[in-house]
């Protein structure tokens, strides 16, 4: 017995250790982690300056800098996602905002009115101070710090809220040895942003995005949150008319031109504006060149129209960022262009500023908002011309066009262009239709014009390629006529077209005229749309009935 007693006490020892082991892998196993996320890697803060956007219960790329116990955007993220309507000079240093009636300036780096530095540059980037931005634009945001987070809020659509239970940890992930992010108290409303089998995926209101146990959460419902007003957006009014716009674009191209007005009007009915070429960039400081005639506007408008001057950047050879892209040279040439406006009395002022290039889209926007201030407080309409939307040429920022300018005019044509290695119509109704049903996505209805040209091209394909030259409705009735070809209505492009051989060269025309007219000018009735143009006067002479479709189209 006395040998049995030890042999007892060892595996009444063993049972014991093994009971204990089991037990802590029990106790391990059911126990919630103390283990705690490393919060600068969970937001991506690198730096000690740096802080995380937490927009609308996300946890964004893009980050902030608190600079003085305030967070500043990059403009780029302030663009994307707050208000794009700031604009940063980078050659002189400012930060703008345009209003309806006013530009406001910030310079970067110097204190501003409220006591601190709405905005700064740092190897070349402009930042803006979230308290500016919120000056203009309605969103609520709060800056917390350990680590810096700035949490804003854009939306207001219904959300799940819940309140707490009790006090909790939130996790990173679903499950009780997942680390923890923060935490949250008995009461604290959580915002719910999906719901499993036993965890939720919840929101804090000061930016946590983690995990908390459903058995935690209570009072479980719909919210809808009240949206900020603080800010009251002012109207950006028009000077638009009642009635469909019916333009004729008339080229100019020196100060004698100008008396060939009487010349281009004969046959012309069911016009009520004409636009002549008068204003060309002519240099990189904001000058321009004016072969405008007084009298040609009396006279204009003693026959009963209005006078759209335009300005182009296309006839001298100018670099259009350098010049929209400085405060000075853009005003300076917006002085000059509503100066030379008022004084000879024109109705408006046509933009046509062609090729912009991408990295000169915020510089070319801006111009317009600028321009919009003198021409509003001064009744001259404003009009914008533009290609058929692409994306290509997204950054003509059609629909901020839209907001400041009173006219947007889709130039319909080029579909097939001089140099093109690509025979075809200058403008079907595909194309046509295209352009405007893109443009009233981004600009209401009655602001859009249509512009559809009175030229057509005769293409000749040869040994050497393909070729063309644009010529006037009468001139390419009368190259068909003179070799005997008679046209074939096209139901694809609704357009008469032709085709032959001639000197092994083959040549097509697609003719626009009365009938390819009337085909797009039933899409515009379609749309709804505020009016017609035409480039240019003077081709369609000879041709009264083009008139006749669109004196009725004007009239509807």
Not at 333 to 345: M, N, Q, W, Y
Not at 529 to 544: F, M, R
């Amino acid at each position: 017995m006395k040998k049995a007693v030890p042999v007892i006490i060892a595996v009444a020892l063993i049972f014991v250790i093994v009971a204990i082991t089991l037990g802590v892998k029990v106790a391990e196993h059911y126990s919630y982690s103390e283990e705690r996320k490393d919060l600068n890697g969970y937001f991506g803060l690198e730096a000690a300056d740096e802080a995380a956007l937490v927009l609308n219960d996300e946890i964004r790329e893009e980050k902030g800098i608190v600079r003085d116990g305030r967070c500043y955007l990059d403009l780029g993220t302030v663009h994307a996602f707050l208000n794009d309507r700031f604009y940063a000079d980078y050659n002189e240093g400012w930060l703008l905002y345009t209003t309806p009636d006013e530009i406001l300036y910030a310079q970067a780096g110097q204190t501003g009115q409220d006591g601190y530095v709405p905005a700064f540059l740092e190897d070349g980037v402009m930042y803006v101070a979230l308290d500016y931005v919120k000056k203009y634009t309605n969103f609520s945001y709060t800056l917390y710090t350990e680590p810096n987070r700035a949490v804003l809020t854009t939306v207001w659509d219904e959300h799940q809220a819940a309140d707490m239970k009790k006090d909790t940890a939130v996790r990173y992930q679903g499950g009780i040895k997942s680390d923890i992010l923060t935490e949250v108290s008995a009461g604290d409303q959580v915002t719910v942003l999906e719901t499993m089998e036993n965890w939720s995926r919840v929101a804090t209101q000061d930016g946590f995005i983690g995990y908390v146990e459903n058995r935690r959460l209570k009072n479980l419902r719909s919210e809808t949150l009240i949206p900020v007003t603080d800010y009251q957006e002012p109207e950006y009014t028009s000077v638009r008319r009642e009635h469909k716009i019916s333009l004729g674009w008339h080229q100019v191209t020196s100060e004698a031109a100008n008396s060939t007005l009487s010349e281009v009007l004969e046959g012309v009915s069911g016009m009520n504006v004409i636009s002549p070429t008068w204003f060309f960039l002519s240099d990189n400081e904001g000058g321009f060149v004016s072969i405008a005639s007084s009298a040609y506007v009396q006279e204009a408008h003693d026959r009963g129209l209005e006078v759209w001057a335009l300005v182009d950047n296309f006839t001298y050879d100018v670099d259009i960022r350098e010049i929209l892209s400085h405060t000075g040279r853009r005003q300076k040439l917006i002085g000059g262009l509503v100066e030379e406006a008022l004084s000879l009395g024109v109705d408006g002022i046509n933009v046509d500023f062609e090729q912009v290039p991408e990295d000169a889209g915020e510089d070319y926007i801006e111009f317009l908002r600028e321009l919009s201030i003198p021409c509003r407080a001064n009744g001259l309409v404003l009009s914008v011309d533009n290609y058929v939307p692409r994306n290509y040429n997204s950054h003509y920022h059609w629909k901020e066009q839209g907001t400041v300018a009173d006219y947007v005019i889709v130039m319909g044509y080029d579909e097939h262009y001089g140099g093109s290695q690509e025979t075809g119509s200058v403008a079907s109704i595909g194309y046509v239709e295209e352009g405007i049903s893109t443009m009233v996505q981004y600009v209401p209805a009655e602001k859009v014009i249509n512009a559809v040209p009175f030229y057509t091209r005769i293409w000749e394909t040869g040994a050497e390629g393909v070729k063309s030259q644009a010529v006037g409705m009468t001139t390419a009735e009368d190259f068909l006529a003179q070799r005997g070809i008679e046209p074939v209505w096209d139901e694809e492009t609704c357009q008469n077209y032709a085709e032959f051989e001639e000197d092994g060269a083959f040549f097509q025309v697609w003719l626009e005229n009365e009938q390819s007219l009337q085909a797009k000018l039933q899409v515009m009735e379609q749309y709804g749309i505020g009016g017609v143009a035409a480039w240019k006067l003077g081709y369609e002479a000879g041709h009264p009935e083009v008139w006749a479709v669109i004196s009725d189209f004007a009239a509807g």
